[in-house]
């Protein structure tokens, strides 16, 4: 997805899938790898009780993406407490067979820290509202479009949407009993609890809350499995890496994606991430639409062009990982607040390195707060953004102004415009980029002084050119400025051709003449 249009396809669905299993995991309150450290345990657990290949695969993709309608479902705690994800973190050790915890649970935490009258409110408002069973029913809406979206097979899909259900038929929203239930949604119940008093209680924990919850809400021929090997289970699961022990576990025959498909699997990711706020619906695949179209008009190649759409529709994965509750408040955000929102660009990154395919995607969006200044979140310089983060920080800030917030209206679209000139006259945007992401976003030209750089050279060149004074490789460059080496040797080819000379030292002499290198690269 750099450079030149590659000719196969180059990402595991394992990858896309695992990457948004540690992104859905973000909002529960549970360690990254919960979702990771869930799906081996459902392997193992399925081979030990025979599953066939079939039934492998399913227990293998519902155990990663377990809590894709949790994500959505869990966003009800805003109205409940601003933190929802400290609120949901709480959840993880509830009792699904007694609805009187659950109740118990509201009491004790709905408006904490809140006046007596507003916590009352709140927890009459959970009541009205239909407590568990509103919850269970949004999880499963979730689950059914999201696995619909994903197209990854409407046995995955169904059991997704039965998270809630119990072996007793006393779950939701639909009232499944026993073997109504899939194999691969029971083996979820029970893993998934198993991983988590596992982790904080030990084997022992996990082992009595499954013996306790045999035949309520677990299946009980499968409780009774995993408390025969639980000890080896955990044993093997401390010995492996998660994301690798991941990759390999995935199923054969391993499926690739498509060019197609991966531009689908990003537009559907970004829609998921955006649905956690009213006011975020439809942000990402504006921002990835208008930086596209911004680097095609700057003369960036397909491929580039393409990584920068993939970057935008990935940008706010992060932002699964702030409450909610912070996104949907009018009010000003405490120093505190501030400061966790600002983490999100940096967990997009988190959550996209561990992929071999993606991580340089996540390299990309977790810039795109940064500013030529060193203003943004994060302090990155200019010299370190390269011409795909400048475009992507541009088009998000564009495209957030023109969008409504709890705190102001949208800004028309002219303002939008001349607010982002604005910060590009101050030097926190690049004003060449500025420029093209307004033309692409239907503003008029303003005309360009003449005669800035010299040779006819463009800004894009002008890095490169940087980096060959530097003696880096054509590899080398590429890392720096995400494309691939085949486009850089086309950039360098290009301004030796521009600049009349054909070595590196005779580059260098005319940055030097005309003052383009960096004092501090």
């Not at 029971?186 to 609890?193: E, K, L, N, T, Y």
């Not at 310089?381 to 495209?399: C, Q």
């Amino acid at each position: 997805m750099t450079g030149g249009a590659p000719t196969q396809p180059s990402v595991r669905l394992a990858e896309v899938v695992g990457c948004l299993s540690l992104a859905t995991v973000l909002c529960t309150g549970q360690p990254i790898e919960h979702g990771l450290r869930r799906a081996l345990l459902a392997v193992w657990l399925g081979e030990d009780l025979g599953l066939g290949a079939a039934d492998l695969s399913d227990a293998y993709y519902v155990a990663l993406l377990g809590s894709v309608g949790c994500t959505i479902e869990q966003t009800l705690f805003a109205r409940y407490a601003k933190d929802d994800i400290a609120l949901s973190a709480k959840t993880a050790t509830i009792n699904p067979t007694r609805p009187l915890e659950a109740w118990a649970f509201g009491l004790r935490n709905f408006g904490a820290g809140e006046p007596p009258l507003r916590r009352v409110g709140r927890v009459l408002s959970a009541v009205l509202a239909g407590g568990p069973a509103e919850f269970q029913t949004v999880c499963r809406d979730v689950a059914l479009r999201i696995g619909d979206m994903l197209d990854i097979g409407s046995t995955i899909q169904q059991a997704l949407a039965q998270c809630h259900e119990l072996w007793n038929g006393r779950g939701g929203p639909k009232g499944l009993k026993a073997e109504e239930i899939s194999i691969s949604a029971r083996i979820f119940h029970v893993v998934g609890d198993a991983e988590v008093f596992g982790r904080t209680g030990g084997v022992e924990a996990a082992v009595t809350v499954a013996r306790q919850r045999a035949g309520k809400s677990y299946d009980p021929r499968v409780a009774d499995r995993f408390c025969d090997i639980a000890e080896s289970l955990y044993g093997r699961l401390e010995a492996e890496q998660p994301w690798d022990a991941v990759l390999s576990a995935e199923p054969a025959p391993l499926r690739w994606l498509s060019h197609d498909e991966m531009d689908a699997f990003g537009r559907t990711i970004a829609n998921f991430v955006d649905l956690r706020s009213p006011h975020t619906l439809g942000h990402s695949t504006g921002v990835a639409t208008l930086a596209e179209q911004t680097a095609r008009g700057l003369g960036l190649s397909g491929g580039e062009a393409v990584a920068v759409r993939h970057a935008g529709f990935l940008h706010d994965l992060g932002r699964i990982g702030v409450p909610v509750g912070f996104w949907n408040t009018s009010t000003s955000w405490t120093a505190k607040e501030w400061e966790r929102a600002k983490q999100h660009p940096s967990l997009t990154e988190l959550v996209l390195a561990r992929s071999t395919a993606l991580g340089y995607l996540g390299t990309l969006a977790g810039l795109h707060h940064e500013r030529l200044d060193g203003s943004g979140y994060r302090g990155v310089p200019g010299s370190f953004l390269p011409v795909a983060a400048r475009i992507l920080a541009t088009a998000d800030t564009y495209h957030t102004k023109t969008e409504p917030r709890p705190h102001r209206p949208a800004l028309e679209p002219d303002a939008a415009a001349e607010e982002i000139r604005r910060q590009a006259h101050q030097g926190r945007f690049d004003g060449e980029v500025a420029e093209a992401l307004l033309v692409a976003a239907g503003h008029q030209v303003r005309p360009e002084m003449p005669g800035e750089l010299p040779a006819g050279i463009s800004d894009r060149e002008v890095e490169v050119l940087r980096l060959i004074v530097r003696g880096l490789s054509n590899r080398q460059m590429a890392q720096i400025l995400f494309i691939s080496p085949k486009t850089v040797g086309h950039h360098v080819e290009h301004i030796y051709d521009k600049l009349g000379v054909s070595t590196r030292v005779g580059a260098t002499l005319f940055a030097l003449q005309h003052g383009l290198v960096q004092e501090n690269p």
